[in-house]
């Protein structure tokens, strides 16, 4: 086991990004009603054995990001524009079935919902075989061994009992070890988690993100990480991009971006979470409004209305995605002062 | 019309307004088509004795499947207790029937997980929020109906427009004070919320959780806030009781939990909160639990931890339940009370933590229930969906 899931000898960053998505912009369009677009714009590198963090409130567009990079929106009622080039090689562009030969082998994804994402009537031991039987052409004799061993790799106790069990008779957390397991049977260089741990209860939320931290330093697979909750992107991204309305409206490394936001959107983030650590009694600053009180990003920031630092500007004009001197993007007029932020 | 209002100015704050004795909750399992045979229990709240003061804030914390919310609904009586009493401004809830129950029911509110679900889709707000008034005889006069519904809205935040309006034409955040408002409307002492944030947004739960705080100091009302997320607990809380598999393990004092946490559980729970500082992420230990929560048709014996306790020990742990009780620990205060037969030791650091191999727990296998548990999955029934 220790073998074939050993540090990858081409997982070095020199070698550029892995995944390099630019422009992406995802249009959904139903019969006679007005196109809304759900991802506009998003661009990012992914770079080997690194952890990307995209975040944001529901509606934002980072699962529908996630799922336009898999290739799984269904082909009608949408468009999808722009590139994601993974090692040279567009993704968007690949018809469905080379895109088929490609998931599962080199980017593997993993789901919120184990339990509708596995099949309800086929065992836990089929369902991993499956993925290597496919990419790898192992016979499932072959594969079984090896499925087992997956399943220990990712602390599924009593493994060979559990390869004949169906996915009912696993719990939530136990379920989403398997669908880990799955998506590691082929070692794939790229792995995507949209809200991974949302449906688990937090120690089993703890267990999750503790092996997923360990499997990307023991594998040098590169993680997206898709989730709502900052505290998880605190402990385990290397590189924080926070998501409103379809567009990424601040990037940095994830020690500046929660050491000093710049964006008053993070910046609203992370005063109104009640956090374990502060002192109690102190009041929450919430964000006004609701993430529907939008505006058009074409014409104005889609975050003006809910805006505490909103100026004229932001209502008539763009702001452009600008970077700053620290290495961080932004997409602000009249960004956060960092003198103004109340954990320095 | 008499204020309500003026029967509490004669309770003092801080007297018990519900008392919790000895409660236990537990539903039957049934299997076969002509006979309804009875072939276990899911134990849900198994022995619970709990005092909510007059005007304090009481937040109850657990994972999925810890009987938390069958707690909450059994204290409003809409659960029926297996054992034990809930005393409610001194009677007895559970012996109450028919009409006085429904009378006494005034008193306490409830507010619900899913503003969505909750809500009659076909109801305007204002025929939603005068619907609980009428029951309970406040809807006497047109004119003081309507001056009520306004300050209704206006305590938790919506436009008077609002009245004409449907559920459906609001945000989750909105929706969740449509619920609350509901909940006012028939100027209750109680109000039981069950994870009143948890369906919302991130950055509307804030705006939720000060509503909350608001109206408390506004009405005196009473709460009890029951949540899976501790931090949110934490904040609004002045009281928390941790449960684990149909029990409390801890209770105290808000900022003293956090400071202190004494129980095994309460620290793993502590340390496996995610917290928004990489700095601290990078920094803090974890405690991480092994295996899973045991299924609640089949609670271990003795203390209901020990299957996934780091500090268990040889003798007492596995056959000997320990009560909640007043511990022996510096800095811990007369309310903290922790139901741990070794937390003095573990505290001063005399039983050390080791590892624990994780046992498999099934789901709920449904043809097997005596074998793998309940059917109803690891959650108890009332906590699914």
New interface residues.
Partial sequence: MSATMSLKDDATPSTGPLLSVEDLRVTFQRHGEKPFTAVDGVSFDVHPGQTVGLVGESGCGKSVTSLALMGLLPKRGNRVEGRATYEGTDLLSLSDKEMRDRRGRDIAMIFQDPLSSLNPVVSIGIQVTEVMERHQGMSRKDAMPRARDLLERVGIPDPNARLKNYPHQLSGGMRQRALIAMALACEPRLLIADEPTTALDVTIQAQILALLKELVQDTGTALIMITHDLGVVAGLCDEVNVLYAGRIVERGDRHRLFARPRHPYTHGLLSSIPRLDSPRGEKLTPITGSVSDNLPWTSACAFAPRCSHALDVCRQESPPWEWESDGRGLRCFNPVDPEEVRRG | MADPRTSRTKAQAGDVLVDVRGLKVHFPIKRGVIFDRTVGHVYAVDGVDLQLRRGETYGLVG??GCGKSTLGRAILNLETPTEGTVLFDGEDIASLKGETLRRKRQHMQMVFQDPMSSLDPRQSVESLLVEGMRAHGLDTDKAATHARLRELLQAVGLPPAALQKYPHEF????RQRIGIARALSVDPELIVADEPVSAL???????V??LL?ELQDEFGLTFLVVA?????V???SDRIGVMYLGGLVEESE??EL?DLPLHPYTR???????????????TRE?I??????PSPSRPPSGCRFHTRCPWRQPTRCDDERPQLRVVDVPGASEGHRVACHWVEAIASGDVDRHEV???????G?ATTPAD?GSPFG?ASVQEIG
Avoid: W
Wanted: charged share 20%; aromatic share 4%; glycine share 8%.
């Fill in positions: 994972e999925s945000s989750g955040g909105q947004d991130v950055s509307v739960q804030a705006q959780l000060n705080e899976h997320d501790l931090a949110v934490r904040h609004i808000a900022g956090y793993a729970l502590m340390s496996a909160v995610p917290v928004p500082d990489p700095v601290l992420e990078d974890q991480l639990l092994t295996g899973d929560l191999a994780a046992e498999y727990v099934g789901s296998d793998d690891p």
